[in-house]
């Protein structure tokens, strides 16, 4: 069965610190992976699509572990601004049937 | 910076009546989807569109669902006989290859 699986949270960090999550999916063969950035009740829009060799775009790192099926995501210095929810999404072959995760809930705290 | 328009913003229907969701995803694009999110869940999957006709569907797209590109630029979901649990956020989205996929601000479907 396709999955994406996330710890739903919700994270709660002081502003300014580091905060990592991870997401595991289960199709092996899955093609691409990204990190979408959802605010509350408005469409998801793309934070950071993520490569084998692991990307970095300022305060966000992505990796990617394919030898245990997991995406991470690393937030340096957080802002205020940096709460949302943040879904994994899985693309697991080329028709782009994107496979989403629930999504982790980040509250950043002044 | 090219966008996806979904309309209407927000659509409150009665429970059997029907309601058609409107896209126009980026002119140059050729995939299109529909996911819906239900308040408080994840996103799913509905439909993918490819070259004029469905390429791949999830079970929650039944009959009562069904999409169009009418014009060569909107995109549309029509659901037939709505019931309380279509209450959700519809999402279009559209990409080529080597992008990545771009969403509307989504349909908020309200049924009563």
């Not at chain 1, 084998?52 to 997991?70: I, K, M, V």
């Not at chain 2, 995939?31 to 999830?58: A, D, M, P």
Request: glycine content about 4%.
């Amino acid at each position: 069965r396709k999955e994406v699986e996330q710890d739903p949270g919700p994270f709660n960090v002081p502003e300014g610190a580091t905060v990592a999550f991870n997401c595991t999916y289960s199709n092996s063969a899955s093609q691409s992976f990204f990190w979408y950035r959802q605010d509350c009740r408005k469409e998801p829009k793309l934070l950071m699509s993520v490569y084998s060799s692991g990307n970095e775009d300022g305060r966000f790192t992505a990796q990617l572990n394919r030898a245990s099926q997991y995406i991470s995501l690393l937030i340096r210095d957080s802002k205020l601004s940096d709460s949302a929810t943040y879904l994994c999404v899985v693309n697991p072959d080329s028709n782009y049937q994107l496979i989403w995760g629930a999504g982790t809930k980040l509250i950043i705290k002044p | 910076e090219p966008e996806v328009t979904q309309t209407p913003s927000h659509q409150v229907t009665q429970m059997g009546q029907e309601v058609i969701l409107r896209c126009v995803p980026i002119s140059n694009h050729l995939y299109f989807y529909w996911y819906r999110q239900i308040l408080g869940q994840k996103v799913e999957f509905l439909v993918s569109f490819y070259n004029n006709e469905i390429s791949e569907k999830s079970e929650i797209f039944d009959d009562q669902f069904s999409v169009e590109r009418p014009d060569g630029s909107n995109f549309t979901l029509k659901i037939r006989s709505t019931k309380l649990e279509d209450s959700a956020m519809y999402f279009c989205a559209s990409y080529d290859l080597n992008t990545e996929a771009f969403f509307g601000q989504g349909t908020r479907l309200t049924v009563v």
